[in-house]
């Protein structure tokens, strides 16, 4: 069975990740999505395995020391990570998997899966990242050039990735990364065992 593709797309906050994931899935409905573990307690109507997989810290880097987390960040003194085997399970059973992770997390998803395809998703130009920030009307003025500065930084990354997409409009940027999608699913090296088969 071919290996389902992991789909990965970072970028500088404001560009639109989230917003433009959403979409793709609306495309590929079938794709599943990557659960993060935390150490957080949960909030709400929150359950263990489907908003998040709650953890002690203790337990979350013992996962991590194992290899079981592919990478996590710090926030407010909680930690957030990407846990492997749920990609691999996914992966393994033909399933592609949609992740909105950091540039590091992608960066370090491509060097550990073969499947994993990396897209940095760019806003169409600085004016318009800031003109997203400010229109969020949730962060301070010292908050949003520290993001921007951040941005500037990032964007720099971009070469170190497969793919590149400008979010213009979501319904574009989104068209692009399922063409992406499509395009991965025809290379050769993932159709080799097809190849063989009629061999």
């Not at 203790?58 to 926030?75: Q, R």
Request: with cysteine.
């Amino acid at each position: 069975m071919r290996k389902g593709l992991l789909i990965s797309v970072s970028g500088p906050s404001g560009a639109g990740k989230g917003t433009v994931l959403a979409k793709v899935k609306e495309m590929n409905p079938n794709a599943g999505n990557s659960i993060s573990v935390t150490t957080r307690e949960p909030r709400g109507e929150e359950t263990e395995g489907v908003e998040y997989y709650f953890r002690t810290k203790e337990e979350f880097m013992k996962m991590f020391e194992e290899g079981e987390i592919l990478e996590y960040d710090e926030f407010v003194g909680q930690y957030y990570g990407t846990p492997t085997i749920p990609l691999q399970e996914m992966s393994e059973a033909g399933q592609d998997v949609l992740l909105d992770l950091t540039i590091a997390g992608s960066l370090c998803l491509k060097e550990n899966f073969e499947q994993a395809v990396t897209i940095f998703l760019l806003p169409p130009s600085m004016a318009e990242l800031e003109n997203r920030l400010r229109g969020r009307s949730t962060e301070t003025e010292e908050a949003i050039k520290a993001r921007l500065a951040t941005a500037s930084e990032e964007i720099t990354q971009a070469s170190s990735f497969d793919y590149v997409v400008v979010n213009d409009t979501v319904e574009d940027a989104a068209n692009k990364i399922d063409a992406i999608i499509k395009a991965e699913k025809c290379r050769y090296i993932r159709n080799i065992d097809i190849e063989k088969e009629m061999n």
